[in-house]
Every structure is written in C-alpha cells, then in structure tokens.
C-alpha cells in the first residue's frame, strides 16, 4: 500500500502546522500531516501555557537576541537566534493573527498584552489566557482545514523514514547522497503500515521528555522523530541539553501538569515533607528564587539524599484565599479537582523533564544533512537554543523555521518524486503475536526511570556508564521484540524511545564540561547556569 503527496510532514503541532499553512498557499501542491494522535492538536504545543515569545514595545530585535544567547550559556548560534528574532514578531501578526486569528490577550485600550518572563530583559510574551499553546494550535489546524490540498491523518505513527540508499532496489544508489523520499507510517485502525512517498519530507515530531520518570511533556513525546532521523544517517547534535522544570505537579492523576514559576515569583517557598526550607542552603543569595536549574538541582538533590518522593511548595501561607484564586486560577482549579487546595495547604512538587535543546541538525531553512529531509521545531537543532532554552521561545521557534522550510521546498519548484516499484512494501509476513502491554509497559519505565537516576538533573561518569550499559542492553531486547511482534502505536514508541534515550546519555557521557541544562557533578567546567 502507498501514498503519494508532494510534501509529508510528521507532526501536527506548531511547527508542521505552520510548515503546512505556508506550503498550501500553492494549491496545485498536495500537502500530507500526519500524526499519531487521534486529535491533530494533541502534541507539546498544546500544552504550552506562559505565551510566545515577540518583540515588546520599549523592545528591540537586538535586545531579544541578546537574552537569547545569555540564556544559551554561550552555545547559542547567533545567527540563528538573529533569524527568529527578526521574522518572528512579523510571522506572528501574519501567521498566528492575521491568517490563524488567534486571540492573543489585550490591554483594556486594545493594544496587545506583553507578558514577562524569568531572564527576558523586556515584557515581550504573548498570551492567551495561561492555555496559549491550545489557541495556537486549534486555530492554525482551523485554518488548515480551509485548503482542500492540505490532508490530515490521524492516528497514524511514522516507524522509519524511506531513505536511499537503505530502503532503495536499485543498488547503485549507494553512490549518491543519502536522501528522504516519504516514511513507513503505521495506521492505527487498519493496524498496517503504508508507505507515504514524498518529493520533500519534514520532520516535525516534537521532543523526548517523556524518556523520563518525570516529565511535563504529554505521552506523544518519545523521541520519535530524533530516533527516526539518527537511523536515517542524519546528523544529531547537543544531545545532552535537557532542560528540567523545577515545579512539576507531584499527585497521582496530575503528575507532570507543571506549576508555574510564578508562584516562586508570588513568594512561595520550598520545604521538605518534613518541614525544613531548604533553598538557602543551596543558594544563599537568591534562597527560592534561585534560576531554573540551581532549584532543579536542590529539590533533586533532596530528593535522592533524603528518599523524598517529592517535595513541597507553599503559597498558602503567603498570599491570600482570594489572590491565590485570582492569581493562579487554572492551577487551583487543576490541584483543587485532585483534592489539594492550594489555598490551605502545600503542593506536592517534583523537577521533570521539560524541553530538548538538541535534536537533528539543521541549516537555517531547516535542511538536515540527508536530502530532502527538513527538520524543524523541538526536534530540530538549528542553534538557537545552545545549552539552555530561554523561556517561551520554543514556539516561535517552530513557526519561525516552519515557515522557513516551506519557503525552501516552495522555491524548489517541482519537487522530485520516487517510483513505488523502487521502494520495498512493509514486511510484515509471519509476526502473528501481539506485543504484550505488560512487557511494554515494563520496559518504557525502565528506560524513564535510568534516564531520571542517572541521564538526569545530576550526571556522572559512573552513573552515565551504568545508563548506557543497561539502554544497550534493553535497546537489544527491544529490537528482538520489535523483529518478531505485530507492531503497534506502543511499539513503535518503546523503540524511538530506548534509542533517544542512547542518544542523550551517549552525549551526555562525550561531554564533560558542565554547561547550562547539562551538569555533571564529577568534572571542572564552566559554572552552572
Ligand atoms: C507543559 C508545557 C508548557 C510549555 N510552555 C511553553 C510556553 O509557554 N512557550 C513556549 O514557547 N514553549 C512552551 N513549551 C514548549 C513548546 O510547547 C514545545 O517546544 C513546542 O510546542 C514544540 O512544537 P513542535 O511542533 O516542534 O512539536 P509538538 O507540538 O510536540 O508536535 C509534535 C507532533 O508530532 C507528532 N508525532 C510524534 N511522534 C510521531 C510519530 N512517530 N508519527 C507521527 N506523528 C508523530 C505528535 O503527535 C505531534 O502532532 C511548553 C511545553 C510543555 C510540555
């Protein structure tokens, strides 16, 4: 079974979204997103809640970038951080206002509403509500359904992009450069795999907090797309910059559902489960309002020296019943239907895994190293991020080099095409046994649980060898069981999954010098972020 389309893109969230409304402007070009979710606007970008990132109004592009490579930790490419700087804040009025209509919050005198964020120098971020990410997405996949020449797919699970020469008949391929021509994409409620055949491939499957015990990421955040990509010969870069939130909810039924720095901001402070602050041991000069990860570090660190499942963060005795209500209303109201009233008592918090800095290497129009293949948004690593995200710029960064594919692959004009007979259908012949939800489900929790003990907050030589030792050997089990079992959804993901997470530790092992998300406890480096 195949497909044909001119472009194929993976994922359906800012970044394909945006990728896709540009490429249909030209409504002679057939534009195929799929997306393993059986909403398209399930993904990260529909959970994002601070806002996305523009130019503020006693603002300029120039102090934007600079934020940016501060935040870095000086391993920002200033270039990249210059593109997104300049084209976003136009993208937005364009794209997101004017052809998505998305209702960004106003003032009451109907200019536009600039939020401020931890270490931006300017209120710059744009918000709808505190469920941004929600109005972006449903608004652009609105859009999208205006063109009879975009086709979305649901439920249906990219497995392994086609590449030449690995999946090509022909053998002389080989002496040509390894290039994209579609992807093996699983379709759910046939539970087949077809072959969607593409001129131009864009990769746009999101990040891998998942990998990890704790994460604020939703459950289609596997690293997928990384996996996929580094299979195919493309090359992966900065694999070992995992930014961790401090404050994410910790009760079962709401875990990951992340509690905003705000409430720092607002004067809550950290204790353990048995009553003692602890942040002014860690941090003297900034106590509970220390950056992002020295907090990361210490609940981290609380946690495993003392066996804390969690600990907890105290706003109550702060501000009042009616400012926490009217301050934080969606996080009362979340904590509140999991029976903690924020207003009367501390909330359970734990640091997870939020956003993946690294990803496939990418030019400035989203080129990766293998033809044909574009990569943009969170699984992309164009540079603008370095060791450490600044806050609300995932975002833009998704519209901004979605667009910017498109644009490249509109410039091509007609996009070369593989003949079916050329490429192999899916094998499936002979795997009659379902794959067991116990051993999958078994092994995904392995694979969370080495990479928040020992790939997490705190790296060491000896914990980051004990990682990759215990991943290799999984990744072995994995693959046998992935040879010889009926695929699925789960499947697919158990196996993006043990790979991304190789990825990360292998980085992570290569790099000892301490920088920005990236921290080892056993070397010299530069100081954390
Ligand atoms: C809780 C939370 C809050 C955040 N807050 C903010 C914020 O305020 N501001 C900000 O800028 N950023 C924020 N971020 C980060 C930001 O949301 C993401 O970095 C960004 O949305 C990523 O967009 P994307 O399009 O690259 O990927 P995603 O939005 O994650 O989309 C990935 C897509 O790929 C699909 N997919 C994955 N694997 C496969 C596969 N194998 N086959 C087919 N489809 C697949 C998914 O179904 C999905 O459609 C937040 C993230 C989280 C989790």
């Not at 002679?28 to 399930?42: C, F, G, K, S, W």
């Not at 920002?76 to 136009?90: F, H, K, M």
Request: charged share 20%; net charge neutral; aromatic share 6%.
């Amino acid at each position: 079974m195949s497909s044909q389309t001119d472009v194929l893109i993976i994922g359906c969230g800012i970044a394909g979204a945006s990728a896709a409304l540009r490429l249909a402007q030209d409504r002679e070009r057939q534009i195929t997103l799929v997306t393993r979710a059986a909403d398209p606007a399930e993904s990260n970008s529909r959970y994002a809640q601070g806002g996305i990132v523009t130019v503020g109004e006693k603002d300029s592009a120039a102090l934007l970038v600079k934020d940016i490579l501060s935040a870095g930790a000086g391993l920002s490419l200033p270039s990249a951080a210059r593109i997104l700087a300049d084209e976003g804040p136009n993208l937005v009025r364009e794209v997101l206002i004017g052809a998505a209509g998305v209702a960004f919050d106003r003032t009451s005198d109907g200019r536009l509403a600039y939020g401020r964020e931890a270490a931006h120098s300017r209120p710059r971020i744009l918000h709808v509500g505190d469920a941004t990410g929600r109005a972006i997405v449903e608004a652009l996949i609105a859009a999208l359904r205006q063109y009879s020449n975009v086709r979305i797919v649901t439920s249906a699970t990219a497995v392994d992009l086609i590449t030449f020469p690995h999946h090509a008949r022909n053998p002389l391929t080989v002496y040509r450069p390894i290039t994209c021509y579609g992807a093996y994409v699983f379709e759910q409620p046939r539970r087949t795999v077809r072959r969607y055949l593409a001129g131009a491939t864009i990769l746009a499957a999101g990040g891998l907090g998942r990998i990890y015990r704790h994460t604020t990421n939703p459950e289609g955040a596997r690293g997928d797309g990384l996996a996929m990509a580094y299979r195919s010969g493309a090359r992966v870069i900065n694999g070992e910059y995992v930014q961790f939130h401090p404050t994410a909810l910790a009760v079962p039924g709401g875990e990951g559902f992340l509690i905003s720095e705000a409430v720092r901001g607002e004067g809550g402070r950290l204790f353990t489960p048995d009553g003692r602050a602890f942040m002014a041991a860690y941090a003297p000069q900034w106590g509970d309002l220390a950056p992002r990860d020295v907090v990361a570090r210490a609940i981290h660190h609380e946690m495993v020296e003392c066996g804390y499942p969690y600990v907890l963060l105290d706003i109550h005795s702060v501000l009042s019943r009616d400012r926490i209500r009217e301050r934080f209303p969606t996080i009362y109201a979340r904590c509140l239907a999991l029976d903690i009233d924020i207003t009367r008592q501390p909330i359970p918090v734990v640091p997870a895994a939020h956003y993946f800095c690294g990803g496939v290497w990418t030019d400035e129009w989203g080129r990766t190293t293998v033809e044909q293949l574009y990569a943009i948004g969170e699984v992309a690593c164009a540079g603008v991020h370095g060791a450490n995200r600044l806050a609300s710029t995932s975002l833009l960064e998704g519209l901004v080099w979605g667009d910017r594919a498109a644009r490249h692959i509109a410039a091509q004009g007609v996009l070369p095409m593989v003949d079916p007979d050329d490429v192999p259908p899916w094998e499936e012949a002979g795997l009659e046994e379902d794959a067991d939800p116990a051993l999958i489900w078994r092994d995904m929790r392995t694979i969370q649980y080495t990479m928040w003990h020992y790939v997490g907050l705190v790296r060491s030589t000896r914990r980051l060898a004990r990682a990759l030792r215990d991943l290799n050997h999984l990744n072995q089990d994995i693959d046998s069981f992935y040879r010889t079992t009926r695929l699925n959804d789960a499947l697919i993901g158990l196996r993006h999954s043990v790979q991304a997470a190789r990825i990360v530790a292998e980085a992570a092992q290569h790099n000892r010098q301490s920088r920005g998300c990236h921290y080892r406890d056993d070397t010299k480096g530069a100081a954390p972020v």
